[in-house]
Structures are given as C-alpha cells and as structure tokens.
C-alpha cells in the first residue's frame, strides 16, 4: 500500500504528515455540555439552558426530572421548544411537568451531556 506524505507549514517550518492519517471534521464528535440553567419554573413558563456542542433540535433532546446519571424523568416535547442553537436552548415547561427536583440533561447525537439541577415549581 502506497501511502501520500505531504509538507505542512508549522510555525514557519515544514513538516512531513501522513496524508489521510488526519481524522476529519466530520467523525469528530464531543461531549455536549450544560454550563447554565435558569432558575425554577412552573409549567408554562420559559427556561434557558446554556452550554456548548447542544447541537440542534433535529439531533438533540431535552430530559428533566432526571437522576444525577441521567437516567429516568421524561423527554421534552419538540413543540415546547421556542429556540435551539449550539449554545442556547430555550423552551416552556410543559402543563403535565410534575412538581419536583431532578436533574436536566441535553442528548446530542446519543451523546450524553452533563448535568445539572434544576426544580419544577407547583403550577
């Protein structure tokens, strides 16, 4: 097998690489990550959670009400979703949220975000 190497400019330097060695943008994944989220609510009411890598609505889901591995609580319906970016998810607690704590995690991907804690108040 014939294998490419190729001259790289670092630093000012050139240095041989292995063509095709290089993982693409493309199979790199990361871990999304939950930084924020805003105070407690009641149904209906907005919340905010903020982070990085959060993806999108068409490859993320929402859980609360959680256990602190992730597990349990329920998935947040699409249509509570107001806005989603890489950054910022923004949606209304549904009207059968239960009242309670728990914890609320970001999948992206199938991958897991951390997370953090965060109470349902009695509508």
Do not use: H
């Amino acid at each position: 097998m014939k294998k490419l190497f190729t001259l790289a400019l670092l630093c000012g330097f050139a240095v041989p690489t292995l063509s095709g060695c290089m993982p693409s943008a493309s199979t790199v994944t990361v871990t999304p990550v939950l930084i924020k989220a805003s105070e407690a609510a009641a149904p209906g009411q907005s919340v905010v959670l903020q982070g990085r890598y959060l993806g999108g609505p068409a490859s993320g889901t929402v859980r609360l009400g959680a256990d602190e591995n992730g597990k349990g609580g329920f998935l947040l319906p699409v249509a509570s979703v107001v806005s989603w970016t890489d950054s910022r998810i923004e949606f209304k607690l549904p009207s059968g949220a239960a009242a309670g704590g728990g914890w609320v995690y970001v999948e992206v991907a199938g991958r897991q975000s951390t997370g953090l804690p965060f109470s349902i108040k009695a509508g």
